[in-house]
Each structure stands twice: as C-alpha cells, then as structure tokens.
C-alpha cells in the first residue's frame, strides 16, 4: 500500500505562484510514476504532469512552460511548482502513483486510469 498525501495548495491572486508537496509513504517511491491530476467543479479529473523514476517528465499544453514537476526520492517527495497561475487554474490538485509504470507510453502516463494510489487532493484558488 502506498499513502499520498498532498500540501501547498491555497488562495492566491492571477500571476503568484505556488509549490504543492506530496509525501508518499512506503520504500518503493523511487520505482513509481508519479502524476499530478486536477479535477475543477463540474469537470472530470484532468492530467497535469508527470515525472517518471528516470525523471522524465511530461505536461499537459495548458501547463506547460508554466509548471515543473519534480520529485526527491531521498525524501519520498514529488513536487509540482506552479508558476504564473491563472483562474483557470482553480481545481483541487491530486497526486497520483502508478505501481506498475514499466514499458508505459507517453499518453498511458497520463491517463489516470493507470494511477492505483491516490492523495485527498489539496485545493488551489486562483483569483482573477
């Protein structure tokens, strides 16, 4: 079993910026994919990002350039900077593992189907 749990979210205005955390428990975090996902009112769960054990990462277009994931396996930790928010940006941030990530191609990595273990989400607010 793996734990997920999400901080850094909050309020902020057009333009901030933020660094969302997820700690994950468990001594394989270093062989998991990890995502992040976001699901605003009304919509479904969207990918955001995700960065591989080898560290390859992968964007969705509404983020790219203004996002980087990035993960400290030392610290069982991946992180999502979020620079330039937007108010489209508002949605609960969820951080997602995928156990098996082996032979994945770049679009199954972001498919939140093929993520087995998920964090409670934290919410960011962005205020136009």
């Known amino acids: 079993q793996v734990q997920l749990v999400e901080s850094g979210g909050g309020l902020v205005q057009a333009g901030d910026s933020l660094r969302l955390s997820c700690a994950a428990s468990?001594?394989?975090?270093?062989?998991?994919?990890m995502g992040w996902f976001r699901q605003a009112p009304g919509k479904e769960r969207e990918f955001v990002a995700t960065?591989?054990?080898?560290?390859?990462?992968t964007y969705a277009d509404s983020v790219k350039g203004r996002f980087t994931i990035s993960r400290d396996n030392a610290k069982n930790t991946v992180y999502l900077q979020a620079n330039n928010l937007e108010p489209e940006d508002t949605a609960v941030y969820y951080c997602?593992?995928?156990?098996?990530?082996?032979?994945?191609?770049?679009?199954?990595?972001?498919?939140?189907?093929?993520?087995?273990?998920w964090g409670q989400g934290t919410q960011v607010t962005v205020s136009s």
């Open positions: 997602a593992a995928d156990a098996f990530p082996d032979y994945r191609s770049r679009d199954e990595r972001g498919d939140r189907h093929n993520y087995a273990y």
């Open positions: 468990g001594r394989t975090f270093s062989t998991y994919t």
């Open positions: 960065i591989t054990r080898s560290g390859m990462t």
